[in-house]
């Protein structure tokens, strides 16, 4: 090597740059361990953002105001306010425990890669050890940019970049 160069070490390897190093989440430990494996699945699919791949726990929507109460009228008896009481009332998230959000590489969105990553999550949902419980699958198109896959006690939302920024940042 020239005089004006240092020389290099022998012992060092080369890095990867910053935006291809994969994401390393720390997780809960009281996550369950289908959302495990399930984002475990997911991290290895092609047709999504390595990068924003998250898992979180539910937050509690902020409580509104009480909507007033009114009696029924008319014939039907149409129109009452009151809808009784909740099923659960010490339910601390909202109506799911966790939370995985998934979002697809950009330009992918219209060509069904939104379809696809949700029948790779419901395939992966039926073939654990032990299967969760899915709702028939309809075969709705994902609307903006959006789908969802509800799993009990966790959702997994499938999103678009444009649908990512809008509802969730």
């Known amino acids: 090597s020239p005089w004006f160069m240092e020389p290099e070490p022998q012992s060092s390897q080369k890095q990867a740059p910053p935006h291809l190093t994969p994401k390393v989440q ?8 289908p959302i495990r494996q399930l984002y475990t699945k ?11 791949l998250d898992v979180r726990e539910s937050v509690a929507p902020p409580p509104g105001l009480p909507l007033p109460r009114r009696a029924p009228q008319g014939r039907r008896r149409r129109g009452g306010t009151y809808a009784g009481e909740g099923i659960d ?5 909202g ?24 029948r ?12 969760i419980r899915l709702p028939p699958s309809s075969k709705k198109r994902a609307h903006n940019g959006w789908a969802i896959v509800d799993a009990g006690n966790f959702a997994v939302h499938i999103l678009s970049r444009d649908s990512r920024q809008k509802y969730f940042e």
């Open 26 to 33: 720390e997780f809960p430990p009281n996550l369950p361990d």
């Open 42 to 52: 997911l991290t290895q699919s092609p047709l999504l953002e390595p990068s924003t």
């Open 89 to 93: 009332k010490d339910a601390v998230g």
């Open 95 to 118: 109506v799911w425990n966790w939370v995985v959000i998934a979002q697809v590489k950009e330009g992918t969105e219209n060509r069904g890669s939104i379809a696809a990553v949700v």
């Open 120 to 131: 790779a999550v419901r395939k992966t949902l039926l073939t654990m050890d032990t299967p």
